[in-house]
Structure formats: structure tokens, C-alpha cells
């Protein structure tokens, strides 16, 4: 079983095409990943900001509710107190 030039060109063929098939791949696959990384970077800061206004936002609302609760222990009695003196003065 001899080797010809021809044989042995096929086979350089076939490792040389298989050598840039795998470097190709591998630097479009180093492309995809630091792209998806970039992509997966910026939707974690947009989701972190969005996050950092919605806690302002509920922030708000709680101080809201707590001024609400002050009024409301402040005003109850007195709303009670007069309810008292209206059934009284009925009677």
C-alpha cells in the first residue's frame, strides 16, 4: 500500500480544513459568549436601576401609610369622643 502525492495532499486537506473549522469556531464562539456577557451586563444594570426606583417608590409609600397611621390614632379618638357626646345629647 503506497502513499501518492495525491493521497497524502487529501489528507493535509483534511486536517488543515478540520484545524481552520475549529479555529473559526472557536473565535465566532468567543464572539457569541462576550456578546452574550455584554447583553446579560447591560439587562442586569437596567433591572438593578429598575429595582433601585421601585424601592424609592415603595419608600414613598410607606411614609404615606405612616403619616396616614399618625393621623388616624390622633383622629379616631376624637371621631369616637364625638360619636359619645351626640348619643348622649340624643337621649
Not at 465566532?28 to 421601585?54: A, G, M, P, T, V
Request: no cysteine; hydrophobic share 40%.
Amino acid at each position: 500500500m503506497e502513499f501518492e502525492i495525491k493521497d497524502i495532499l487529501y489528507i493535509v486537506g483534511i486536517v488543515v480544513s478540520a484545524l481552520v473549522s475549529f479555529l473559526g469556531t472557536r473565535h465566532k464562539l468567543k464572539e457569541y459568549i462576550r456578546d452574550k456577557n455584554d447583553n446579560l451586563k447591560e439587562k442586569i444594570h437596567k433591572i438593578e436601576l429598575e429595582l433601585k426606583d421601585q424601592k424609592a417608590k415603595d419608600d414613598l409609600q410607606q411614609q404615606v401609610i405612616d403619616q396616614i397611621g399618625k393621623q388616624m390614632d390622633s383622629l379616631i379618638p376624637m371621631l369616637l369622643e364625638a360619636i359619645k357626646e351626640r348619643k348622649k345629647s340624643r337621649k
